[in-house]
C-alpha cells in the first residue's frame, strides 16, 4: 500500500515555515492539495507556492481570531471544494516562570495554539462529517505530557490539546473522522533556534538518538496519521522525540 492523497484538500495552519511547512510539503508529495493558514498572508501564499505540486493556496489568517477562521475555512472550501484533512499546528512561544507571566502572554499562547484548534477544527469538520471521511492532526508537544519549568502558558495550551483530541475523536468516530495528536520533542526550527549554547548541547545530550529531531521528522508521522495506513487509529498521542522521554 502507498500513501496516495490525491483527490484530498488539506489545510495546514502555520504552514509558512518550520515543522508546519514540512507537514504542507509532505502532503502536497502524496498529492493533496494544501492549503495553508498564517498570520502573514503573502508569507503564507509563497510558502504554498514553494510546494511540490503545484496546486496550494496560502491564506492570512490568526488561528484565535473567530471570524477570520470563520471566513478563511469558507473561502478555502470556495476555493478548493472541500476540506478532507486537517493539522492544526500553527504555535507560538511566550515563555516565562509562572510569576512573571503576565495575562497577555497567557492568552495570546492559550488563543494560538488551543483555542486556534477549536476554531478550525470546529468549522473544517462539518463537511467531513457530511462526506464520512476526514483525518485531524493535533500538533502538541511532549512538554503538554511531561510538563516544563518557565512554560506553563505553553504546556497548558498543549496538554489542552491533548484532552480535545481525546474527546473529539469520541465525538466523530462513528462519522469516519479521525482525530489524533503528534507530540514532538526537541526539533530544529525558529521557535528553537533562540536556545543556544550550554542549553542546546543540554538538550541534544538528553535525546537517545543524539540528534535534534527535523521538521520532516515530525511531517512523516503525520502522513502516517492521515493515510490510510492508520485508518483504525483514533483518539491517540504519537511521540516524535528520539527518545527523549521514554
Ligand atoms: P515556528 O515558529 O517555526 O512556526 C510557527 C508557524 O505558526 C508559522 O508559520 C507562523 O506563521 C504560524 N503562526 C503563529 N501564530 C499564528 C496564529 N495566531 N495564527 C496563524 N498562524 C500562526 O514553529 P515550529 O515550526 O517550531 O512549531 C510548529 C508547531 O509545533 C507549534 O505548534 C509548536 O508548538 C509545535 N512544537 C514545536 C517543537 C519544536 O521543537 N520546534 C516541539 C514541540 C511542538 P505567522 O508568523 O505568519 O503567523
Known amino acids: 500500500m502507498k500513501i496516495d492523497l490525491s483527490g484530498k484538500v488539506a489545510v495546514v495552519t502555520g504552514g509558512s515555515r518550520g515543522i508546519g511547512h514540512a507537514i504542507a510539503q509532505a502532503l502536497a508529495v502524496a498529492g493533496a492539495r494544501v492549503a ?126 491533548i484532552g480535545f483530541t481525546k474527546s473529539v475523536s469520541k465525538e466523530l468516530a462513528s462519522r469516519n473522522v479521525l482525530v489524533n495528536a503528534v507530540a514532538p520533542g526537541f526539533i530544529d526550527t525558529e521557535l528553537t533556534r533562540a536556545i543556544t549554547g550550554d542549553a542546546r548541547e543540554a538538550l541534544i545530550g538528553a535525546i537517545p538518538l543524539g540528534r535534534l529531531g527535523q521538521g520532516s521528522d515530525v511531517a512523516a508521522a503525520v502522513l502516517f496519521l492521515v493515510s490510510d495506513f492508520a485508518s483504525y487509529i483514533t483518539g491517540q498521542v504519537l511521540v516524535v522525540d528520539g527518545g527523549m522521554v521514554l
Request: proline share 1%.
Open 36 to 161: 495553508i493558514l498564517g498570520r502573514d498572508g503573502p508569507k503564507a501564499q509563497a510558502a504554498a507556492h514553494a510546494l511540490a505540486n503545484g496546486a496550494a493556496r496560502g491564506y492570512g489568517c490568526d488561528v484565535g481570531d473567530a471570524a477570520q477562521v470563520e471566513t478563511t475555512i469558507a473561502a478555502v472550501e470556495g476555493d478548493f471544494g472541500r476540506i478532507d484533512v486537517v493539522v492544526n499546528n500553527a504555535g507560538t512561544t511566550r515563555d516565562n516562570l509562572l510569576f512573571r507571566i503576565g495575562e497577555d502572554d497567557w492568552d495570546t499562547v492559550i488563543d494560538t495554539n488551543l483555542k486556534g484548534a477549536f476554531l478550525v477544527t470546529k468549522h473544517a469538520a462539518r463537511g467531513m462529517i457530511k462526506r464520512r471521511w476526514g483525518r485531524i492532526v493535533n500538533i502538541s508537544s511532549v512538554v503538554g505530557i511531561y510538563g516544563n519549568k518557565g512554560q506553563s502558558n505553553y504546556t497548558a495550551s498543549k496538554a489542552g490539546l
